[in-house]
């Protein structure tokens, strides 16, 4: 299928065991790399990704029949969906609550809301556990914004998700504390005004829906659903859409 690509993960908590099982489709679309993974008891068996954004409407729905029909997984199957809630493209956020809530509305599973940028922050400490630092996700907005937040290694938002307007002293309170790690599409502009910093790294990141596997798993055991009928994504702004700039 076009812009798809399939890779498998198995994603373990940094905070200990999973406490409840549970069989979880996620889905994002916040930004211009869209993907469907599919979880159990916390591990994500198969995650599959649309790169282009333009197709998010037409293939959600596909990208998630092909990965059920691989798993042999039922909607009957499934205790809860997903969704990576905002901040990031106004369109693409439409498209994956509708599709949350639609799947969920149907097949009468409860929807379970993720923040992107803690979502963001989950998959970057999955992929350098054990370090004190702190972790600063990045949406690339337009001009020079970005949504960000900063979170702590227990995920904690030091710095609450936000629209914000990067200058070069934007967030010298962190990184004078604490080595921050910046990821993200927003990140390659920031690094540029910034320029090289101490405490500062730039590592490469790809978004995946496999990165909220951890988050869904504890919402899920701690029943923290959202009610279907009035959920909405956490635009942060009133619209933004990352090709006009």
Not at 22 to 50: F, K, M, P, Y
Not at 205 to 216: F, G, K, N, P
């Amino acid at each position: 299928m076009r812009g798809t690509r399939n890779r498998i993960q198995r994603i373990y908590s940094t905070t200990g065991l999973i406490p409840t099982l549970a069989q979880i489709l996620h889905i994002d679309t916040a930004t211009s790399n869209g993907s469907v993974c599919l979880s159990r008891n916390g591990l994500a068996l198969e995650t599959i990704h649309n790169t282009d954004q333009r197709d998010h409407a037409a293939t959600i729905t596909q990208l998630i029949r092909e990965l059920m029909e691989r798993h042999a997984v039922t909607p009957a199957m499934l205790d809860a969906i997903a969704v990576s809630a905002g901040p990031g493209s106004y369109t693409g956020l439409r498209v994956g609550t509708a599709t949350a809530k639609g799947l969920c509305y149907t097949w009468q599973k409860p929807l379970i809301a993720i923040s992107t940028l803690q979502m963001m922050a989950a998959g970057m400490q999955d992929l350098m556990p054990d370090q004190d630092v702190l972790f600063a996700p990045m949406i690339d907005a337009r001009r020079m914004e970005v949504f960000t937040a900063i979170y702590d290694t227990r995920l904690e938002a030091l710095l609450p998700p936000q629209a914000l307007i990067l200058e070069p002293g934007s967030l010298d309170n962190f990184i004078t504390q604490k080595t921050v790690i910046f990821f993200g599409d927003g990140a390659p502009k920031w690094h540029e005004l910034l320029g090289e910093r101490t405490n500062t790294q730039f590592p490469s990141y790809q978004i995946s829906a496999s990165h909220m596997v951890r988050l869904a798993a504890e919402a899920f055991a701690a029943k923290d659903f959202q009610d279907v009928a009035y959920f909405a994504p956490h635009y942060l702004k009133a619209f933004y859409h990352p090709g006009k700039k």
